[in-house]
Each structure stands twice: as C-alpha cells, then as structure tokens.
C-alpha cells in the first residue's frame, strides 16, 4: 500500500492533488491557444489546451515529493451522457486519454474512478453540490483550504475535487 495518493481531476478546470505525508494541490496544466479563425465581433478565437510537457513535469514533482515512496494515482472517468455538447465530451476524453498515456508511459500505477463512485463514499452527509467537495476537503486538509479558494473567494472546484479523489483512493487501495 502507497503512502502517497494523487487524485486527478482531468478536466481543463480540473486539479490534481497529493495526499499523503506530502500535502499539495494545483490546477490542470493548460494553456490558451489563438486560432487564425475571428470571432463575430473581430477578436481571434481561443482554445483551451492541455500543456502535455508541463503534466509530465507534474507527474516528475510528484514523484519527487513522494521520494522513494511510490505514489498511486487515481483520476476521475465518466462516460458521455445524452444530449452533452460534443465538443466538451471531447475535451474531456482528451484529458483523461493524455493523463493516462503519460502515467502508462512513465510506469505510474494508477486507478479510475466514476463520480458517482467517490462522491458516494466522501461526501456522504454533505450534500451533492460542489460546495460539499470544498467542505469535505476543508475538514479534512485544514492546512491547505486557503489554496481551494480564488483571492475573491471563488471556489477552485478542480482543486477540491481532485482532494476528495485522493481522499477516496487512498482508503480505497487495498479494495483492488
């Protein structure tokens, strides 16, 4: 059993968190890129994109951080639902295809999880909305909850997600 477990919020406003010995979060590794294409009013579209160098530079911190104790890695998966704009089902398998590559490709051991599996089991008694990820993930790592909030007080959802993902693989890892 890892003493260290990262859980993975794969989406462009997604997060990644450490938890363990080592507690640390950051957001998704991402970047805006200009299209030659104009929007109606003029202005150059933009696209978000996934920063593959910087994920694995990401991936080398972590295992940095754990030293000689492998981490496990565990990232959020779901499937397409009827009526889902296509373009954001894409994205989103996007994230979770490259976030899998890269933990293939460098030897991490990892897992997946539907949502509906860890909200069952980490934010029972809290509620369902997102407001119950940022309070399970504020009871639970205290030292860190000024980094699961904007300077405005906005909540980093991806942050507090990917905290509940780690939360629920790490008691979790001998169930397989």
């Known amino acids: 059993m890892s003493i260290h477990t990262v859980g993975i919020d794969p989406g462009f406003e997604g997060g990644i968190a450490l938890v363990g010995p080592v507690l640390r979060v950051w957001d998704m590794p991402v970047y805006t890129r200009h299209l030659k294409t104009k929007t109606k009013s003029g202005n150059a579209k933009k696209r978000t994109e996934y920063d593959l160098p910087q994920m694995r530079e990401l991936l080398l911190e972590i295992s940095g951080l754990c030293g000689e104790h492998e981490p496990v890695f565990v990232f959020e998966t779901v499937n397409p639902m009827p009526g889902q704009n296509v373009t954001a089902t894409w994205a989103q398998s996007r994230g979770i295809a490259l976030w899998e590559g890269l933990l293939v490709g460098m030897g991490f051991p990892y897992r997946t999880v539907r949502p509906q599996e860890w909200k069952k089991v980490i934010w029972k008694g809290f509620g ?18 000024g980094q699961l909030r904007t300077p405005r007080g906005k909540l980093i959802d991806g942050r507090t997600d990917a905290l509940c993902i780690a939360t629920w693989g790490a008691g979790t890892q001998n169930d397989g």
């Open 128 to 145: 369902s909305d997102k407001a119950a990820g940022y309070q399970v993930a504020c009871q639970l790592y205290p030292s860190i909850a």
